[in-house]
């Protein structure tokens, strides 16, 4: 669900950005203005970014191979960092620039007055559309999450992208419109290069936030809490499982989790008995998690004695040693003197 979600909010994303970036231009080239060059890179920028997204959607879908044995949905991770950096590069630096060239060499707009204002607003109800398709799929399952916690939260990386974008190009937009606006009233073009700063100041921000929380999904995060707790009570609902001795957790794509634990089993009979018992174990943390997709399991008999020593296994300390009494010796007769008569099976002499 969230990966056609995800698919609509950036097909409609990058049709209102193909259109506004088209009425962009032809009005700076119309004004000069530099608060409509550096939108009108902002959306040639942003309708590139749902490219990427669209590209690293199709190709997280590859099947896995030898090298690659767990698949390649984490590309979309790749994908959504590489939207960070053309975000903070083209869209941000590049508006900054021109803030800086603009505010050297400031002009007021004098031709085709009405063009950067008119296109302006037609671009806020065309970004409002697109930002308002974004809204809807992600409330599908965002749930009684806050924006704040889904867009860090999310393992799916194209819808926060995706409300990220829209809501810097609308209020982007409205700093192209305040710079205009006033530069329009006063004649002074310096007020149209305080528009250009803000909106790179905007997109350096928020191209910060995507690579910070896009480089924690490439590291590679756990399950939610919530799940972890499913995935323990799947375990651990049935007879097969005494305990988990350890569980670890990991995102191999958005829609695909990767299940690792050591787990207590009581004494079988017979390896059938242990392979019939995990696949039960695997067929509840499946019901419990569906995404929950690989999973290993590895049988083990606690000890008590082994978890004491951080090892969490049962071996070589499943039955504690006694430890030797004060004062005795090394443990060896007086017969060890002599290991060559017990190596070649002859009494001492």
Not at 146 to 157: L, N
Not at 330 to 344: L, M, Q, R, T, W
């Amino acid at each position: 669900m969230s990966a056609n979600g995800g698919t609509k909010a950036i097909i409609a994303a990058l049709l209102a950005n193909v259109g506004i970036a088209v009425t962009k231009f032809i009005a700076f080239l119309l004004t000069g203005s530099s608060s409509m060059l550096a939108e009108s890179i902002h959306s040639v920028a942003d309708s590139g970014n749902q490219g990427l997204l669209l590209l690293g959607g199709k190709r997280a879908k590859r099947a896995a191979t030898p090298q690659h044995p767990f698949g390649y949905g984490r590309e979309r991770y790749v994908y959504a960092f590489i939207v960070s950096i053309v975000l903070f590069s083209l869209g941000g630096l590049f508006a900054l620039y021109e803030a800086y060239h603009k505010w050297h060499d400031a002009h007021g707009i004098h031709s085709w007055q009405w063009v950067p204002v008119t296109v302006l607003v037609a671009a806020i109800v065309m970004e409002g559309f697109s930002f308002r398709t974004a809204i809807k799929e992600s409330n599908l399952i965002r749930g009684k999450q806050t924006w704040v916690r889904f867009i860090r939260r999310a393992k799916a990386p194209e819808l926060p992208v995706v409300l990220l974008e829209d809501f810097g190009a609308l209020v982007g937009l409205v700093f192209a419109l305040f710079g205009v606006g006033m530069t329009l009233i006063t004649g002074n073009g310096r007020w149209d290069a305080a528009g250009t700063a803000m909106i790179g100041v905007l997109l350096v921000a928020i191209a910060i936030v995507l690579a910070i929380e896009t480089k924690s999904l490439l590291l590679g995060e756990g399950a939610e809490p919530t799940d972890v707790a499913a995935i323990e009570r799947a375990v651990t609902g049935g007879p097969e499982v005494e305990r988990i001795i350890h569980m670890k957790t990991l995102y191999l794509g958005p829609e695909e989790l990767l299940v690792a634990a050591k787990i207590g089993v009581p004494a079988c009979e017979t390896a059938e008995e242990v392979a019939r018992d995990i696949n039960a174990v695997e067929a509840r943390i499946r019901a419990a998690v569906p995404i929950a997709r690989v999973i290993y399991l590895e049988p083990d008999i606690y000890s008590a004695a082994a978890e004491r020593a951080g090892s969490g296994s049962a071996a070589a300390t499943a039955v504690p040693q006694p430890e030797p009494a004060a004062g005795a010796d090394d443990g060896h007769s007086s017969a060890d003197a002599h290991p060559s008569d017990e190596v070649a099976g002859r009494p001492g002499s």
